[in-house]
């Protein structure tokens, strides 16, 4: 378990990343985040971290996630393909794929949890069971903060990593 930061020079891309704000933006309005269950937000980036999920495979109404949220998982998937060589050989397992991206909303546990149905579990439990390695990209609006310590170690301190947007994570899951 282990985690990098990324310069792929997206603090500069200022106009990205408010686009990417205001794409999220719309997936609010058109209600596509939800609350996992426990289950699933302790699986991805904890309570505060995944405090509502929407996934970038779902569009809007007007057939698109947003120009600013598609560059960054066209961007997501340029880094993948790029560095899934080196990382497959520095851990030892092939990487060979990506699973579609989620837009994690930061912040305090609210809302109706989103029930998981058995074809949303048998999802979760195969990007989970074969997920390698977790990439986020922070779009802001403010400075968040990473807490990381092994998830098999509860003992462990946390480390924690500085998060402004446009900073690039992989983090070893």
Same mark, same amino acid.
């Given at each position: 378990?282990?985690?990098?930061?990324?310069?792929?020079?997206?603090?500069?891309?200022?106009?990205?990343?408010?686009?990417?704000?205001?794409?999220?933006?719309?997936?609010?309005?058109?209600?596509?985040?939800?609350?996992?269950?426990?289950?699933?937000?302790?699986?991805?980036?904890?309570?505060?971290?995944?405090?509502?999920?929407?996934?970038? &495979?779902?569009?809007? +109404?007007? =057939?698109?996630?947003?120009?600013?949220?598609?560059? *960054?998982? %066209? $961007?997501?998937? /340029?880094?993948?393909?790029?560095?899934?060589?080196?990382?497959?050989?520095?851990?030892?397992?092939?990487?060979?794929?990506?699973?579609? &991206?989620?837009?994690? +909303?930061? =912040?305090?546990?609210?809302?109706?949890?989103?029930? *998981?149905? %058995? $074809?949303?579990? /048998?999802?979760?439990?195969?990007?989970?069971?074969?997920?390698?390695?977790?990439?986020?990209?922070?779009?802001?609006?403010?400075?968040?903060?990473?807490?990381?310590?092994?998830?098999?170690?509860?003992?462990?301190?946390?480390?924690?990593?500085?998060?402004?947007?446009?900073?690039?994570?992989?983090?070893?899951?």
């Amino acid at each position: 378990q282990g985690f990098c930061v990324v310069d792929c020079g997206l603090k500069e891309k200022q106009d990205i990343l408010l686009a990417a704000r205001e794409n999220a933006a719309q997936f609010d309005i058109a209600e596509q985040f939800f609350r996992p269950e426990e289950l699933v937000f302790e699986a991805l980036l904890g309570d505060e971290g995944s405090a509502r999920i929407a996934r970038l &495979g779902l569009r809007q +109404e007007n =057939g698109s996630v947003g120009e600013g949220l598609l560059y *960054l998982d %066209e $961007e997501l998937t /340029s880094l993948a393909n790029r560095t899934a060589p080196f990382i497959s050989h520095m851990i030892g397992l092939d990487l060979t794929s990506r699973t579609g &991206g989620v837009l994690h +909303e930061t =912040g305090p546990l609210e809302g109706i949890v989103q029930k *998981l149905t %058995e $074809e949303a579990a /048998s999802e979760w439990l195969a990007e989970l069971t074969f997920g390698c390695v977790m990439c986020i990209i922070s779009i802001g609006p403010g400075y968040g903060e990473l807490e990381l310590r092994p998830h098999d170690d509860e003992e462990a301190a946390v480390f924690k990593v500085a998060s402004p947007p446009g900073t690039v994570l992989f983090l070893r899951s």
